[in-house]
Structures are given as structure tokens and as C-alpha cells.
């Protein structure tokens, strides 16, 4: 089964900034899109970074230029580094990975990224 495991999250001091891995197991890593979301408490869950299986990126607007999605299919890996870093940036960063056969959509546990003023 597929399966998602992010790392990388924590505190950090705003201005700073925070690199997100995101390992993939049970697939073909090369085949799929990957994609970060995010939640604060009490809001929705939403888009921050896309990379397709051909490497094409798209980003969330309200974060444009502060953000860096990259993949390593060898290492089954997608990578969200996060720079300038402010307090809104808080909240649980989820990886996705979407299943472009199948239309389906699997998730990880999610990592807390904690940003102070």
C-alpha cells in the first residue's frame, strides 16, 4: 500500500526558514504528482506546492517566491524548502501524492510547522 511520511517539521524563528521531506513507498514515485497542503487549526486544509511527474511546479499565490517544491525520484522523495518564514505559515504540512491511473489521492500524517514572532 502507498504510504507517506513527512519530516523536517518544527519551530522556527519568523524570517527563518524550513526544509519538508516527504518519502513515498508502496508505488511507482516517477508516475505520480506530489503536492503539499496545509491546515491551521479551525481553518481548511489548502494548497501550498504542486510538482507533476514530468517537474512542472505550480505555488500557492499568497506564497509565491518564498517556496521551493523539488522531487529526487530516485530517493522516492519530494522536498518543500520554505523561506522567509512568518507566523501565518503555522499549521500541519500534509504531503499528497496523486495517483494519475487511478484519480486517487493518498495522504501523509502530516508535519507541524511552527513558525514564532
Known amino acids: 500500500q502507498v504510504q507517506l511520511a513527512e519530516s523536517g517539521g518544527g519551530l522556527v524563528q519568523a524570517g527563518g526558514s524550513l526544509g519538508l521531506s516527504c518519502a513515498a513507498s508502496?508505488?511507482?514515485?516517477?508516475?505520480?504528482?506530489m503536492a503539499w497542503y496545509r491546515q491551521a487549526p479551525g481553518k481548511q486544509r489548502e494548497f501550498v506546492a504542486r510538482?507533476?511527474?514530468?517537474?512542472?511546479?505550480t505555488y500557492a499565490g499568497s506564497l509565491k517566491g518564498r517556496l521551493t517544491i523539488s522531487r529526487d525520484n530516485a530517493k522516492n522523495t519530494v522536498y518543500l524548502q520554505m523561506n522567509s518564514l512568518n507566523p501565518e505559515d503555522t499549521g500541519r504540512y500534509y504531503c499528497?501524492?496523486?495517483?494519475?491511473?487511478?484519480?486517487?489521492?493518498?495522504w501523509g500524517q502530516g508535519t507541524q510547522v511552527t513558525v514564532s514572532s
Open positions: 499528497n501524492l496523486f495517483d494519475v491511473l487511478y484519480t486517487r489521492d493518498y
Open positions: 508502496g508505488t511507482i514515485f516517477s508516475r505520480h504528482h
Open positions: 510538482i507533476t511527474n514530468t517537474g512542472l511546479t
